[in-house]
């Protein structure tokens, strides 16, 4: 799906947790490449889901979670 056929409400919730997830990485002092070499994914994806423009799904949200050391709750809690 495209961004521009997203719902504005799935696109602000996506920034929301794209935002959460950039901070944790900052806070944990990683770069997207060692956060992506933590998950096992390409950095571009980190970059693309920080940038609100990837649904990740939940087993890599999970994997973002534990590499940045916070709960899966505080990424995705309204």
């Known amino acids: 799906m495209h961004a521009d056929t997203v719902p504005e409400w799935v696109q602000t919730r996506r920034r929301t947790i794209g935002t959460r997830i950039r901070a944790g990485r900052?806070?944990?002092d990683l770069t997207q490449m060692a956060l992506a070499e933590r998950t096992g994914v390409d950095h571009k994806t980190i970059h693309r889901i920080?940038?609100?423009?990837?649904?990740?799904?939940?087993?890599?949200?999970?994997?973002?979670?534990?590499?940045?050391?916070?709960?899966?709750?505080?990424?995705?809690?309204?």
Do not use: F, W
């Open 26 to 28: 900052l806070n944990a």
């Open 50 to 78: 920080e940038y609100a423009q990837s649904d990740p799904s939940l087993g890599l949200l999970l994997r973002i979670a534990d590499a940045i050391g916070v709960p899966l709750a505080d990424l995705v809690k309204q």
